[in-house]
């Protein structure tokens, strides 16, 4: 349950982070970073929107990555396990339904991209998807790592280059 708690928190963490570094000021409300005033640019807005997920997956493969590259030879901790497994849940849940809320990180994504909401959620799901096969599969290709740090990759220099 620490792990899970720690992965959401790395989360909202990277929401934190990335609004208070382009000038927002985000405040925690009791769930979610929030930062309803900011005035962010469409650009400001979706770097801010899409930190969560950019903080969730640094850390998952931060996790998975030396594993699978055979730098250790420790299997997951039930911490670390739990860690990746909140980027999971919280990539489920927004696939589930909360893309759909106005004020979710998808939400944001799309405004400031012009991206609709429901092809946002289909491309957050993707690395879930990947990471939680990585996480959970008994016999991983070797080329799994390779696509999933291309996908995020991708995603995260469209966010920047934006």
Do not use: C, N
Not at 154 to 159: A, D, E, F
């Amino acid at each position: 349950m620490a792990g899970m708690s720690v992965g959401w928190a790395v989360h909202e963490a990277g929401h934190f982070v990335v609004a208070a570094s382009q000038g927002g000021h985000a405040h925690f409300d009791g769930v979610t970073i929030t930062y309803p005033h900011a005035g962010f640019s469409p650009r400001q807005r979706l770097r801010t929107a899409s930190a969560g997920f950019q903080f969730q997956w640094l850390v998952s493969e931060a996790v998975l990555l030396p594993r699978e590259a055979r730098l250790t030879d420790h299997p997951v901790s039930a911490f670390e396990g739990g860690v990746v497994s909140a980027h999971l849940a919280i990539s489920a849940t927004y696939l589930a339904g909360l893309y759909r809320h106005p004020e979710s990180d998808v939400s944001g994504i799309s405004a400031g991209s012009g991206v609709p909401p429901g092809q946002v959620v289909v491309l957050l799901a993707v690395p879930a998807l990947i990471d939680g096969w990585r996480l959970f599969g008994r016999s991983t290709p070797g080329w799994l790592p390779t696509l999933s740090l291309s996908i995020k990759g991708s995603m995260v220099g469209w966010v920047w280059q934006f």
